[in-house]
């Protein structure tokens, strides 16, 4: 027997699509904040170049006339005042020409490595790393190239701090619309699953046996259109399955009365049988009595024989009569040793002309009550002793035994007939199949032995022995 799985943890349909959603909108805006933020980063280096070139150019043309008239110190005035504007952003200011520094804003002497950075007429942006400080190295011509060049170095850091600040502000925004949208998911996942969860609610206490003793579960079309669509074919859906299952509960109750009657045909021979004996020795005793020479205590003896044989007439269409009137399912303890002794005795008639004997026989701890309704199961076991006595030949024997397992007793009925083919065996209760020539059954008796004990909660169960024969076992819930 296979040991039950660990628990499987289950999530509600509206977290889920809370989750989906969010998670759409986490990658959305986490891609729209890189990308933005590349851009923008670009677009203020470009602008952070433009500046610094316009700067250089500038630096270069006012650069010329001091250079022409080699006046170093308002050459030098010049550098100077360029590192000074643009709020500081400017680091350095170099004027250069044919590798000599003619020019320098550093207090000190100018790096080495800054004036052979670039080869002549090396004009594209550089950015150099010093430490933790990054500067963008810029070269502008002077008339050309004919007097030297302009060195620029532009710091970096204000373009890294209002990078910063802008992925600051483009992260704020992007936990705001994040936020917003979990929000809108949940109520959106909600929204959807609420009449999912009625609809599964409603599915978990639909019980079509209730019938008019329960109210049908219904549920309310809301939501959006598609939900309501939903809702409301979900209404017809459990409307329909009411109407299927009544019909279907129409159609074997009609099958067992079938078949009750067809088994009743069947006892009708066998009791004729058995009313007759009786009546031939009351005739007998009223023919006796028409002469009226017989002594009064004779008299009273053949009154005596009349009333037994009245009797036993009495008992045996009682018996059928029981045996074939409708009546309403009634479950109530019964023994199952009484319900077998019972159709035994019912089919008494049918089974003394030909005669088969019936044993009755019940294991010592099988000695209780079911819980079933007496006529229909006696139905059912009447059905299984017929076809037994089918299949056994005149003389022959039928056992039938009373059992027990784990909360069932069962009562089996064995015969020594042929048996049942293998190859169709699996076909045996299906409805209208029958091994018997045509007009000597219904093919329903299996069938609905099967929905009587299934209605019962019980197992209709066969075995088939290896010498031959077959034991069909009825189980029915122990009282």
């Not at 009791?271 to 031939?280: F, I, Q, S, T, Y």
Request: hydrophobic share 45%.
């Amino acid at each position: 027997m296979t040991q039950p799985g660990p628990a499987r943890l289950r999530v509600p349909l509206w977290m889920k699509l809370a989750a989906m959603a969010a998670v759409g909108v986490v990658a959305m805006h986490a891609v729209h904040l890189t990308i933005g933020n590349r851009v923008a980063a670009g677009a203020l280096s470009a602008q952070q170049e433009s500046l610094g070139r316009n700067l250089a150019r500038l630096v270069a043309r006012q650069a010329a006339d001091p250079i022409l008239v080699n006046d170093l110190v308002n050459l030098q005035e010049l550098v100077r005042d360029a590192v000074k504007t643009r709020d500081q952003q400017v680091a350095y200011c170099v004027v250069v020409r044919d590798g000599q520094v003619l020019a320098s804003s550093f207090d000190g002497p100018t790096p080495a490595g800054l004036v052979t950075l670039r080869g002549p007429g090396d004009r594209a942006s550089i950015v150099i790393r010093s430490g933790d400080q990054r500067i963008l190295d810029l070269a502008e011509p002077i008339l050309g190239g004919q007097l030297g060049e302009v060195r620029l170095g532009l710091d970096m850091a204000v373009l890294s701090e209002t990078r910063r600040e802008l992925a600051m502000r483009l992260g704020l925004l992007a936990v705001g619309v994040i936020a917003a949208g979990l929000v809108a998911a949940f109520l959106l996942g909600r929204s959807i699953a609420r009449p999912v969860n009625e609809m599964l609610a409603a599915a978990d206490r639909f019980d079509p046996a209730a019938g008019a003793r329960a109210e049908r579960p219904r549920v309310r079309p809301s939501g959006s259109d598609e939900i309501a669509v939903l809702a409301d074919r979900f209404n017809s859906m459990m409307h329909r399955l009411e109407l299927a299952h009544a019909e279907q509960q129409r159609a074997r109750q009609k099958a067992v009365e079938t078949e009750r009657l067809a088994a009743l045909g069947s006892l009708v021979a066998g009791v004729a049988h058995e009313v007759n004996n009786p009546l031939a020795g009351l005739k007998n005793c009223v023919r006796r009595l028409e002469r009226g020479d017989l002594p009064l205590g004779k008299r009273a003896e053949y009154l005596a024989l009349m009333g037994e044989g009245l009797d036993r007439i009495e008992a045996v269409v009682r018996q059928l009569l029981d045996f074939g009137r409708p009546h309403p399912t009634v479950l109530e303890p019964v023994a199952a040793g009484l319900l077998a002794r019972e159709a035994v005795a019912l089919l008494g008639p049918v089974l003394h002309p030909r005669g088969i004997e019936c044993t009755v026989t019940t294991d010592p701890d099988a000695d209780g009550t079911v819980r079933a309704d007496r006529r229909k199961a006696g139905q059912a076991l009447v059905n299984l002793l017929l076809n037994a006595a089918y299949v056994t030949r005149d003389g022959g024997e039928i056992r039938v035994h009373v059992r027990r397992r784990d909360g069932f007793l069962g009562i089996a009925v064995e015969d020594d007939g042929p048996g049942i083919p293998a190859e169709i065996r699996e076909r045996i209760l299906d409805p209208f199949f029958s091994t018997k020539p045509e007009g000597d059954g219904t093919g329903l008796g299996l069938s609905v032995t099967r929905t009587i004990i299934d209605a019962h909660g019980g197992e209709l169960k066969f075995d088939f022995p290896a010498p031959g024969g077959t034991v069909a076992v009825i189980w029915l819930p122990s009282a």
